[in-house]
């Protein structure tokens, strides 16, 4: 066939879908097919935070010339043409962090390696590991096997130092490297971004210069520089807006090492970048690859496309870890995992599910969590199999259209730093995080409004989990998705803690389970997600209503039932209900059900899917004394 006789029947393929679509959304609108827009499938479109719209079907007329070879410049397939396909992605797991006792390091690192982690991020400094003790903590570590990245902050000329000494200590002795650019290293010198995090890097760019001047001195492979995307992220940045100020940051540096004297395939060559990866799949898919193309224009630009594949770390997402319902972690990082490694990460870190938990709260180890992390990548790898396969994305219209999508949202935010003066000069100017809370403010408004999920959050709570501890949560400083619902369950458990039960709101339910289920049911899971019990006692009889009041333990109460129910029964119910002693009466319903009802007999206030469930929820315990 040829391809005009392809295009004529992907045409009208497409035509009798567009017909198919509008005659089901004409059926659940209840309007007539002819009241629909000219392109009715448009109606199912969805937007992200960046702008890129999603459309419900991808088919060759969104068809792009297909991208060259992995390892090849723009490097959207992948930076490493020749990766093996039996290991895949690097494994790699964070040690160190808390834990000053080398020996117990060692034990941690060793016990990782043996057990499918096949990278090394190493915590130094703060209160945990010193400097001085790298040699002790990676003894038996072979860093041409393992590449080592250092998380070293404040520390991290010292760190680099140390372990400067200990390579060249070990190659005097005769490790048998031969090729020592096989030993890979990335000091994690991060000054720009950890500025935007308000991090102590006690490292200024000029110091990052100097560091990277050093490690291309080096015969190893020493990567200086990591520019750290997750500190956007974790702000609350969309994706596209985590590319862009990415790349922006990674472009100051090129220039200050340039301006130093470093040639630019040098100083391209010092930088790594580490990136979020989250539950969304296919953006993290897209996310990427569209950095990688974005990074490799900036090299071209510089007069070196060929040295424009930099290193990619994805990070799980701490944005998206959840306190609350902990275990769904798991799930949220799998689906994480997947998208980094189908989008050509070269190594991945996987959170534990733990990570947002306050100590002592889950009767778990640490081992486990550590154990549970590293086997959700190896799950994968080994049985998936998602490594064999470079970029099997490619191809498909839908991640290739986001791919170039998100990589021209993330363009136009690096031109607009470029606009403002650069990447330093937008941090002054307050442009990066005016941008990046303007993100976090919608989200929050989506997650408020339960527009977004979080299960085991603000949808499917389990009211009846243990309380959190008192010991200080970790992630300080990160905007997780939930934080907002999960203060209300705090409040929840500190109610508890007073009187022995939590908060109470009464369901008033009327007529028979097959009317009132559903929104017996909307009311209860809307409740618990702002740790409220909803007590149901069955289909509410008005002539014992004060007794049920009386039990219930509440002065508020929520009529659940039809619109039809709510037409014949709702006046006399709130009438009941109120003199039983209910103070607060809510609906289950939109306000149009109670247009004719005035002063005592119509209820104050109405539950539907559309409200603010944080600010009615909040409303809600202050009314019952929830602390």
Request: glycine residues 10%.
């Amino acid at each position: 066939m040829s391809h005009a006789s392809q295009a004529e029947e992907a045409a009208r393929d497409y035509a009798a879908w567009q017909q198919a679509v509008a005659a089901v959304l004409a059926k659940a609108r209840k309007v007539d097919v002819a009241e629909l827009p000219a392109d009715p499938e448009h109606l199912l479109d969805t937007t992200t935070y960046d702008g890129v719209t999603v459309t419900p079907l991808y088919t060759r007329r969104v068809e792009s010339a297909e991208a060259p070879l992995p390892g090849v410049f723009p490097f959207v397939r992948g930076r490493d043409a020749h990766r093996d396909v039996n290991r895949g992605w690097l494994v790699s797991a964070a040690f160190g962090a808390g834990e000053g006792d080398p020996k117990k390091v060692n034990e941690a690192i060793l016990d990782g390696l043996e057990n499918g982690v096949s990278a090394v991020w190493l915590g130094v400094g703060g209160d945990g590991l010193s400097a001085d003790a790298l040699g002790e903590a990676l003894d038996g570590v072979l860093l041409d096997l393992a590449p080592l990245t250092l998380d070293a902050g404040a520390d991290v000329a010292a760190a680099a130092e140390r372990l400067y000494a200990l390579i060249d200590e070990r190659a005097a002795a005769g490790d048998g490297v031969t090729d020592r650019s096989a030993i890979a290293v990335a000091l994690g010198a991060a000054p720009l971004t950890d500025r935007f995090a308000g991090a102590d890097t006690g490292v200024d760019l000029a110091g990052a210069v100097a560091l990277a001047g050093a490690a291309a001195a080096r015969p190893e492979t020493v990567r200086a520089i990591t520019v750290d995307g997750t500190a956007f992220h974790n702000a609350g940045a969309s994706d596209a807006e985590e590319l862009g100020a990415s790349v922006a940051a990674g472009l100051e540096y090129v220039r200050a090492l340039v301006d130093s004297g470093i040639a630019i395939s040098k100083a391209l060559g010092q930088i790594e970048f580490r990136l979020a990866a989250t539950d969304d799949q296919f953006q993290t898919i897209a996310k990427f690859r569209a950095g990688r193309r974005l990074w490799a224009r900036v090299a071209q630009v510089c007069g070196a496309p060929e040295s424009g594949g930099a290193p990619q770390h994805a990070v799980t997402s701490a944005a998206m870890m959840a306190q609350r319902d902990p275990w769904v972690n798991m799930l949220r990082t799998t689906l994480a995992t997947f998208g980094a490694g189908v989008g050509g990460a070269d190594s991945v870190t996987v959170l534990p599910f733990d990570a947002a938990v306050p100590a002592g709260t889950l009767d778990t180890s640490v081992s486990f969590a550590a154990r549970i992390a590293r086997n959700t990548q190896l799950l994968l790898l080994e049985e998936s199999n998602l490594g064999r396969v470079l970029d099997p994305g490619a191809g498909s219209w839908y991640v290739e259209d986001l791919t170039e999508q998100v990589a021209a949202k993330a363009w136009e935010f690096v031109q607009q730093i470029e606009a403002a003066g650069g990447y330093a000069a937008a941090l002054d100017s307050g442009l990066v995080a005016e941008r990046v809370a303007a993100t976090r403010t919608r989200r929050d408004a989506d997650i408020a409004h339960r527009r977004t999920a979080v299960t085991g959050v603000n949808e499917f709570p389990n009211l009846a989990e243990a309380p959190l501890s008192d010991a200080p949560a970790p992630l300080a400083g990160v905007a997780r998705y939930g934080a907002a619902f999960e203060a209300l369950r705090d409040r929840s458990d500190r109610f508890l803690a007073e009187r022995g039960h939590r908060p109470k709101v009464l369901l008033a339910a009327l007529g028979p389970v097959a009317e009132h289920n559903g929104r017996t049911t909307f009311a209860a899971n809307l409740l618990a997600s702002g740790g409220i019990e909803a007590v149901n006692p069955g289909t509410l009889d008005l002539a014992t209503v004060a007794g049920i009041v009386r039990e219930s333990e509440t002065t508020i109460a929520v009529l659940c039932g039809t619109d039809k129910r709510y037409g014949t029964d709702g006046v006399p119910a709130v009438d009941a209900l109120r003199a039983a002693g209910i103070e607060t009466v809510l609906l289950a319903g939109s306000e149009k059900t109670f247009a004719d009802a005035r002063g005592a007999d119509r209820p104050d206030g109405f539950l539907t899917a559309r409200i603010d469930a944080v600010s009615a929820l909040t409303g809600l315990l202050d009314t019952l004394g929830a602390k």
